[in-house]
Structures are given as C-alpha cells and as structure tokens.
C-alpha cells in the first residue's frame, strides 16, 4: 500500500508558477513510473507529465517547455513545476505512481489559473 499526497496547489494569475509536491508513505521509485495528469471540469483526465524510475522524462505537448517534472528519492516526493501557468491549465492535479501490478492515486489539488 502506498498514500499519495498532494500539495501545492491555488490560485495564480497567468503567467505565474506553482510547485506542486506528491509525498509517498514509502519509497515509489524501484520498478515504477511516476507521473502527473489533471482533470479540468466535464474533461477526461490527462497525462502532463510523467518521469520513469530511471529518470526519463515526457511531457504532454501543451506543457512541454512550462513544466518540469522531478522527484527526490531521499524523501520520496515527486514534483511538478509549473510556470508560466495559462488559464487551460487549471484543472485537478492528481498524482500517480505505477507498479507492475498496481496503481496508486493521491486525492488531488487545485489549480486555478486567472486570466
């Protein structure tokens, strides 16, 4: 069993940054994938941004160039840096992390971009 834990998210004007945070119950980087998606109002959910356990990187192509996904495997925490934030990115921010086997959700934070 691994809890995902989200924080960071607000409200910010467009153009600004965010950094939202994911803290693991345990570590979540052997064997596994960790990502990002959101879920904006009557849409589906998409990926943003995901970083493999031997730390390669993609990107959805609306947030390649604003967004940098990390994660510190000391401390069991995943990252997303968001900057210069738009009003499409608002959206529930979800983190994920993937096992062979399982999969595992944090509950989400918000994300509100004005305009």
């Known amino acids: 069993q691994v809890q995902l834990v989200e924080s960071g998210g607000g409200l910010v004007q467009a153009g600004g940054s965010l950094r939202l945070s994911c803290a693991a119950s345990?570590?979540?980087?052997?064997?596994?994938?960790m990502g990002w998606y959101r879920q904006a109002p009557g849409k589906q959910r998409e990926l943003v941004a995901a970083?493999?356990?031997?730390?390669?990187?993609n990107y959805a192509d609306s947030v390649k160039g604003r967004f940098t996904i990390s994660r510190d495997n000391a401390k069991n925490t995943l990252y997303l840096q968001m900057n210069s934030l738009r009003p499409e990115d608002t959206a529930v921010y979800y983190c994920?992390?993937?096992?062979?086997?399982?999969?595992?959700w944090g509950q989400g934070t918000q994300v509100t971009v004005s305009s």
């Open positions: 970083i493999t356990s031997g730390g390669s990187t």
């Open positions: 345990r570590s979540i980087f052997s064997g596994t994938s």
């Open positions: 994920n992390v993937r096992f062979i086997l399982q999969v595992y």
